[in-house]
């Protein structure tokens, strides 16, 4: 039972570019969802998050948007560089930031130079 | 201030026997929980501890146990391992209400 769904694994975007990478939910407890860039060979960083009671949160290039009656996120990337190149996990939990997470499978994004 | 740090960061082990993993948690951090990553998966919870008590639960077997000590690290035991026990094992450290932190992660294989 998939709570946390990133139905697309892998996103290709030219530099410069948007990159816009979304999720999508089913349970209607969750409160508060998160962003997490994974490397190769590191843990999950924190990126970004957005509570229930917003429906956009932004921070530089990273902006994340939140569709609450569609149950849907997105994480927008603008402009995208060859750095962002990683693993996005979309999470979501209903008690807070460092509780509980669940979290999607995650979407590889490649940022061609 | 350093960050979350697992060891070991690689170990193979035999069906049937057990393994700790261990995790010491960001500086001033008192919450840990841990998470099994399997290949092509997102990170699943298995359990969180707060000023070494038991906080939350996923949906795990009791094999899988866990401690926290007074200085906030923590262990992740699993007993009678089984070949779906193969995965990365995250350790996270928060300050309540904060977002987690996390290490590099404890690579198991189990043959």
């Known amino acids: 039972d998939q709570q946390v769904k990133q139905n697309s694994p892998s996103l290709s975007v030219q530099e410069g570019r948007i990159s816009i990478l979304n999720c999508d939910y089913t349970?209607?407890?969750?409160?508060?969802f998160l962003w997490y860039k994974k490397y190769p060979a590191e843990g999950p960083t924190f990126l970004i998050s957005?509570?229930?009671?917003?429906d956009k949160n932004e921070d530089g290039r990273f902006t994340v948007f939140l569709n609450k009656s569609a149950k849907h996120l997105s994480l927008h990337i603008v402009p995208s560089q060859p750095g962002d190149s990683a693993v996005y996990f979309c999470?979501?939990?209903?008690?807070?930031?460092?509780?509980?997470?669940?979290f999607g499978k995650g979407i590889t994004l490649s940022v061609r130079p | 201030e350093t960050g979350v740090t697992q060891s070991p960061t690689h170990l193979i082990k035999t069906r049937g026997q057990q393994v700790t993993l261990r995790c010491s948690s960001q500086?001033?951090?008192?919450?840990v929980s841990w998470y099994q990553q399997a290949l092509g998966q997102g990170p699943q919870f298995i359990f969180q501890?707060?000023?070494?008590?038991?906080?939350g639960r996923g949906n795990f077997p009791p094999r899988f146990s866990g401690l926290q000590f007074p200085n906030y690290s923590s262990e992740l035991n699993v007993n009678a391992l089984e070949l779906d026990d193969s995965a990365l094992y995250l350790c996270?450290?928060?300050?309540?209400?904060?977002?987690?932190?996390f290490g590099s992660g404890t690579r198991l294989t189990v043959v």
């Open positions: 996270a450290s928060s300050f309540p209400g904060q977002f987690y932190t």
């Open positions: 349970n209607s407890m969750f409160d508060y």
């Open positions: 957005i509570s229930s009671i917003k």
């Open positions: 999470a979501a939990s209903h008690t807070g930031a460092n509780s509980k997470l669940t």
């Open positions: 500086s001033g951090h008192n919450t």
């Open positions: 501890y707060y000023r070494e008590e038991e906080n």
